[in-house]
């Protein structure tokens, strides 16, 4: 229902709406696509943060499977701050969480992170190194020159762009073949 109104007004303003999907299969698109450190044939675990909170992904095959997100409202004292104990201790419980899913419905276990941080990077490699077994180091994209975290979901949403509208066989909320 949702989209279908953000497609009505977006017809309304003289444009028509081919594809709504979610933050998430954007970003694993931009890994699929350029990531210069992603394998295809292995699973990951994807860290996302950004203005609008934590997201924890499952990547397995190329494909996303699982997403948990942690908003920052959701972290903030009564004064909307977020202190560092509060912000370590959602990426360990997090994180958990997603691993104890994985463990769950897959006999394999992810062995890296990879994050896509605006900020804070330095401090999740550093919780998730000190709490996990698992490697843990940004996402690299072969584009030629560096582009920041900040733009792997626009870059993501014109990838798929480029793709004739007949091939394009990824999942989309606007309920248009």
Partial sequence: EIGEDLARAVFDAGFLMVVLESRALSLVRV??????NFDAGRSY????????????LIVRGGDLYFEYFNPWRDLMDDKGQISMPVF??????SLHQLLNFYSQHWQDRPKEVLLAATSFSQEVKKIVSENFSLVV?????????EIGAEWFLALGCGLRGFKLRAKDKEMSLTGIG
């Fill in 31 to 36: 890994l699929r696509e350029l990531g210069e």
């Fill in 45 to 56: 675990i994807v860290v996302s943060l950004d203005s609008s909170g934590l997201d924890f």
């Fill in 88 to 93: 370590e201790a959602a990426v360990i419980r």
């Fill in 137 to 145: 180091g940004d996402i690299m994209l072969r584009a030629g020159e």
